[in-house]
């Protein structure tokens, strides 16, 4: 009976998982749940390429600053539900040692140039802030590819990653930043 009554349990359970999640196509990130702030990696995080706009770049360049890296998809809907909110605090903190950059995980780069495109009919300049697409040649980074977008690090002028989100990044992180600045 109790051999019967646990596959019985685990029968469910397997059910239950399974319902819950949802197959991603390959290289899309999974489903999408509230950040959650852990504890800074060792490895300082090292990024360079050249931004949408073709300008070389690189995470070294912005030390004295403190930046927020993001990692999004262009077909993440809390990482575009996020944009606004990111562009309001980066134009509120114009002057500052801040800066915003934005790595683009998605697998086309004609995604990212089509929602620059719009980006750039509505949003005045001082709301744009640094983007670069992980797909392009000459891009390098060792930030690896998350499970979950948004994935965000905070970096302080020392350009000692400080926190690391996972999914929504969550209010208190704007006060982190002000903290930092």
């Not at 490895?43 to 403190?66: C, D, H, N, W, Y």
Request: with cysteine.
């Amino acid at each position: 009976m109790f051999v019967q009554h646990l596959t019985a349990l685990l029968a469910a359970a397997s059910l239950a998982a399974a319902a819950q999640s949802q197959p991603q196509p390959p290289g899309r990130a999974a489903p999408i749940a509230v950040a959650q702030a852990s504890a800074p990696s060792a490895a300082l995080p090292q990024l360079e390429g050249k931004t949408i706009e073709g300008r070389p770049f690189t995470l070294a360049s912005q030390r004295g600053k403190v930046v927020l890296l993001m990692l999004w998809s262009t077909d993440c809907a809390v990482c575009r539900d996020k944009m606004p909110e990111l562009r309001q605090n980066y134009e509120g903190w114009a002057g500052k040692p801040f800066e915003l950059v934005l790595v683009s995980v998605d697998r086309k780069v004609q995604d990212v140039f089509a929602y620059e495109q719009i980006i750039s009919r509505t949003v005045p300049l001082k709301q744009r802030f640094v983007q670069l697409w992980a797909g392009e040649p000459g891009h390098r980074d060792n930030l690896g590819r998350p499970a979950q977008l948004p994935a965000a690090w905070l970096i302080d002028k020392s350009g000692k990653v400080v926190e690391r989100y996972s999914g929504r990044i969550p209010a208190e992180a704007w006060d982190r930043i002000a903290e930092l600045l």
